[in-house]
T-cell receptor, first 116, second 111 residues
Framework: GAGVSQSPRYKVAKRGQDVALRCDPI?????LFWYQQALGQGPEFLTY????????KSGLPSDRFFAERPEGSVSTLKIQRTQQEDSAVYLC??????????????FGEGSRLTVL | GDSVTQMEGPVTLSEEAFLTINCTYT??????LFWYVQYPGEGLQLLLK?????DKGSNKGFEATYRKETTSFHLEKGSVQVSDSAVYFC??????????FGKGTHLIIQP
């Protein structure tokens, strides 16, 4: 597709369940970011990939959060043993350029996670 | 640490009114500055940007000027339309950490 695609768009999980959120970036985009957006807040950085390498994961809130991009294209954000505070919209963004001060990220529509 | 502060909403205006949404930032050096917009039911998209001091970014009638002295990047539009109703996010580029966003300002334009 032409844009960043995320799935599922909506996910309801019971507390303690594991979830996996998928991101298909724009073809050829080297950089991929995951953000977490709580209700009424701005997006908060989670992690960054350059191709298949995870260069920064300092924003992941706990070791229950794990992200991968094994072939440098599709990425998956996994949350183990979900908690209510994990409820948020998870945004994926990609960029063609790397290491440059461009900030022109292309965002998907997000995956809204609700943990009951 | 780096941060972005923008005026809280919601901001409600009548059509054709003048718009200002304030944004200030703290950062090391002089990062590129951005305004992103999120229309209802859509993903975030870049509205405009400025990469160095005194640069003016503009798009769709919106403008913002990079003010190094006041570390500000206020968003303005001379005459808003109902279709401008959205959430607006000010952001700066944090390098490997990507964008640092403000909390967003919900803009409501009434006909």
């Amino acid at each position: 597709g032409a844009g960043v695609s995320q799935s599922p768009r909506y996910k309801v999980a019971k507390r303690g369940q594991d979830v996996a959120l998928r991101c298909d970036p724009i073809s050829g985009h080297v950089s991929l970011f995951w953000y977490q957006q709580a209700l009424g807040q701005g997006p908060e950085f989670l992690t960054y990939f350059q191709n298949e390498a995870q260069l920064d994961k300092s924003g992941l809130p706990s070791d229950r959060f794990f992200a991968e991009r094994p072939e440098g294209s599709v990425s998956t954000l996994k949350i183990q043993r979900t908690q209510q505070e994990d409820s948020a919209v998870y945004l994926c963004a990609s960029s063609l350029k790397t290491g440059t001060n461009t900030g022109e990220l292309f965002f998907g529509e997000g995956s809204r996670l609700t943990v009951l | 640490g780096d941060s972005v502060t923008q005026m809280e909403g919601p901001v409600t205006l009548s059509e054709e009114a003048f718009l200002t949404i304030n944004c200030t930032y703290t950062a090391t050096g002089y990062p590129s500055l951005f305004w992103y917009v999120q229309y209802p039911g859509e993903g975030l998209q870049l509205l405009l940007k400025a990469t160095k001091a005194d640069d003016k970014g503009s798009n769709k009638g919106f403008e913002a000027t990079y003010r190094k002295e006041t570390t500000s990047f206020h968003l303005e539009k001379g005459s808003v339309q109902v279709s401008d109703s959205a959430v607006y996010f000010c952001a700066h580029w944090g390098g490997a950490d990507g964008l640092t966003f403000g909390k967003g300002t919900h803009l409501i334009i009434q006909p």
